[in-house]
């Protein structure tokens, strides 16, 4: 089991991946043979958050929620 990270670490984390590419934005034409990596890096952050009981799909709305859409629900 994995340690809960302090608040301002897992800020950071979602500051940082709210500026991440989003998976499926991230192919071999972009990214070069690196593409795999990326795609590690994505997935690797996304675990973190969500075993910190964050919604990965929710962290770009609570980072910029000035110009992020509303919800539809």
């Known amino acids: 089991m994995t340690d809960k990270l302090n608040d301002e670490a897992l800020m950071a984390l979602k500051i940082a991946?709210?500026?991440m590419p989003k998976a499926i934005e991230v192919n071999k034409y972009e990214y070069?043979?690196?593409f795999k990596i990326v795609l590690q890096h994505i997935e690797t952050v996304r675990e973190e958050l969500l075993a910190n009981d964050?919604?990965?799909e929710e962290v770009y709305g609570e980072i910029n929620s000035d110009i992020?859409?509303?919800?539809?629900y």
């Not at 992020?68 to 539809?72: Q, R, V």
Request: hydrophobic letters at 20%.
């Open 17 to 19: 991946f709210s500026y």
């Open 32 to 34: 070069g043979e690196r």
């Open 68 to 72: 992020a859409p509303n919800s539809s």
């Open 54 to 56: 964050v919604d990965p």
